[in-house]
């Protein structure tokens, strides 16, 4: 078989050859890892990218709160996501 990864073979009464992929047989860091490594990723950077666009939004409208928004953001997540999207037109000096 071509495959990109390593495989055992296992015979099963001496008679039936078994190949195992060796993802099958549990190889510490597989996909599993990936996929931890991924939602890690993937939670930090788009509270990130909201708490960014939060702070220039704010910033642009002369609040001097731009910084406690923009932390409000990051740490709060959706809540405070949706508070500044209603209230945004009244955010100012």
């Known amino acids: 078989m071509g495959g990109a990864g390593r495989e055992t073979t296992l015979t099963l009464g001496g008679r039936y050859p078994v190949v195992l992929p060796a993802l099958?047989?549990?190889?510490?860091?597989?996909?599993?890892?990936?996929?931890?490594?991924?939602?890690?990723?993937f939670s930090?950077?788009?509270?990130?990218?909201?708490?960014?666009?939060?702070?220039r939004d704010a910033k642009g409208r002369n609040s001097r709160h731009a910084l406690a928004w923009a932390l409000g953001?990051?740490?709060?997540?959706?809540?405070?996501?949706?508070?500044?999207?209603?209230?945004?037109?009244?955010?100012?000096?």
């Open 73 to 93: 953001a990051f740490f709060g997540s959706l809540v405070v996501w949706v508070l500044y999207y209603v209230v945004r037109d009244e955010v100012g000096p």
């Open 24 to 41: 099958q047989y549990g190889v510490p860091g597989g996909p599993e890892l990936l996929i931890v490594l991924f939602m890690l990723v």
């Open 44 to 55: 930090l950077l788009v509270p990130l990218v909201v708490s960014v666009l939060i702070y």
